[in-house]
């Protein structure tokens, strides 16, 4: 079994430009989750998803950042425009439903130039 | 707010000795807590969590609610035991969002 999936695993993109990352979880999962890590920080939730419904987006920054997890398998998380701060690694879980041990990706790690 | 405190940024022991990684919460509901773990160039994985009751690589943890804690230790700690820590709060049911501390890099020397 792969585990959960991530693509790319480095970006180097110049503010102002969009952005997107890939997951694909473990089949049979669920639960998907987008998070924020920056550097010394642990992870920070953006957004869940229980199949394709968003059911935690509170943290994510919505004017510039949007997900989308089409047929309740893989999903996309995207920046328009990326800023400076955005600079940090993305992680992707998954899990067989909520408050279960979590999967984690390998991460992206965005730098924004 | 749920919030978790890992209060050490940095653990450095010798091979053999105890390991205690603290790790504090607020929380005023049931608490699910995870200890996840971060060894160098791989990915973030389970360790333990606290309904299992069990003893990973060593490792347990105890939740003690009255101190609002969720402590890892280990009885003699090895090499291989160096990596980064993660301690995090879930909710149990309902809408939530899963919370992480700041991670403690434990390293053990020889």
């Known amino acids: 079994e792969a585990g959960v999936v991530q693509s790319p695993r480095y970006k180097i993109i110049e503010k102002k430009q969009p952005v997107a990352f890939w997951c694909n979880p473990i089949s049979g999962h669920n639960t998907l989750y987008w998070y924020l890590q920056n550097l010394g920080q642990g992870p920070e939730l953006l957004i869940r998803?229980?199949?394709?419904?968003?059911?935690?987006d509170s943290q994510l920054p919505k004017d510039r950042f949007s997900a989308e997890r089409l047929k309740g398998v893989d999903s996309t998380l995207k920046i328009q425009p990326a800023e400076l701060g955005d600079s940090a690694v993305y992680l992707c879980?998954?899990?067989?439903?909520?408050?279960?041990?979590?999967?984690f990706g390998p991460g992206t790690r965005l730098t924004v130039l | 707010a749920q919030r978790v405190t890992q209060p050490e940024k940095l653990l450095s022991v010798f091979k053999g000795a105890p390991v205690e990684l603290k790790c504090n919460y607020s929380y005023s509901g049931s608490p699910e807590l995870f200890w996840y773990v971060q060894y160098s160039r791989q990915r973030l994985q389970l360790l333990l969590r606290?309904?299992s009751r069990e003893s990973i690589k060593g490792f347990t943890a105890d939740l003690n609610k009255g101190e609002t804690s969720f402590h890892l230790k280990k009885p003699f700690a090895q090499e291989e035991d160096s990596a980064m820590y993660y301690c995090a709060l879930s909710m149990a049911g309902g809408s939530y969002i899963p919370t992480f501390g700041r991670g403690t890099s434990l390293i053990v020397h020889p």
């Open positions: 998803y229980e199949n394709e419904e968003a059911v935690d």
């Open positions: 879980a998954s899990s067989v439903g909520a408050v279960n041990e979590q999967f």
């Open positions: 606290h309904i």
